[in-house]
């Protein structure tokens, strides 16, 4: 099992709104990504787990809350979102082996509202 | 991370080899080279990776400068299903801290 699945695929929510996004994996990758991407523009890194621990937050606003409550799952919590945070969420994960590869999940595409 | 340089767009007859190349002069010794390709609204998709050596697999072949300063990715055949966007990106090997930076890409477009 070589995927990384993303739930739910559509997301459209009020800016009052509370809402997560779901990332599952099952190879026993120990290190995951949160990325944003806008249309026409590359994948922005937003947060990196560690075995479970949050490593990297590139500055993302704290409207985006991640969550890894275990290795195989990793959460993103979004409240009180602005309608420029519409884009399309990916997740990622890598193994702890030297010089592996991330792989991506098919992403979730948010529009707030 | 180093950051990398590739032309904005490219197209390639289909059934031609696709050649899409990628600078990273400010590589370090303990970097790789990796690349990946995103068909529209997809997640990015892995391709190759490598070193210093070239590589190859079922996908493309990996070509890296003895300099290590550039590469370039090959496509042998090129369907209409290679029509995406291709990403250079160079990284530590290492777990941890890392990061996966991302580039602007290329955009190639498979002309039939």
């Known amino acids: 099992d070589t995927e990384v699945t993303q739930t739910p695929k559509h997301l459209v929510m009020g800016m009052t709104n509370k809402k997560s996004l779901k990332c599952e994996q099952h190879?026993?990758?120990?290190?995951m990504y949160w990325y944003k991407q806008k249309a026409k523009k590359p994948p922005e890194l937003m947060f990196v787990?560690?075995?479970?621990?949050?490593?990297i937050n590139e500055s993302v606003p704290s409207r985006f809350s991640p969550e890894c409550p275990n290795s195989s799952l990793l959460n993103l919590h979004l409240h009180a979102l602005q309608p420029e945070d519409s884009a399309l969420y990916l997740c990622?994960?890598?193994?702890?082996?030297?010089?592996?590869?991330?792989?991506f999940g098919q992403g979730t595409r948010l529009t707030v509202v | 991370d180093a950051k990398t340089t590739q032309p904005t767009s490219m197209d390639c007859a289909e059934g031609r080899a696709a050649n899409l190349p990628c600078n990273h002069s400010?590589?370090?010794?303990?970097?790789?080279v990796y690349w990946y390709r995103q068909i529209h609204s997809q997640g990015p998709q892995y391709i190759i990776h490598?070193?210093?050596n070239n590589e190859t697999n079922e996908m493309a072949s990996l070509i890296i400068t003895e300099d290590r300063k550039s590469s370039t990715l090959i496509l042998p055949h090129a369907t209409l299903r290679d029509t995406a966007v291709y990403y250079c990106?160079?990284?530590?090997?290492?777990?941890?801290?890392?990061?996966?930076?991302f580039g602007t890409g290329t955009r190639l477009t498979i002309i039939p």
């Open positions: 990622a994960s890598r193994g702890t082996l030297k010089n592996t590869e991330a792989f």
């Open positions: 190879m026993g990758h120990r290190a």
């Open positions: 787990y560690s075995y479970e621990k949050l490593s």
């Open positions: 400010t590589i370090s010794g303990n970097e790789y």
């Open positions: 490598g070193l210093k």
């Open positions: 990106i160079v990284r530590v090997a290492n777990f941890g801290n890392e990061k996966l930076t």
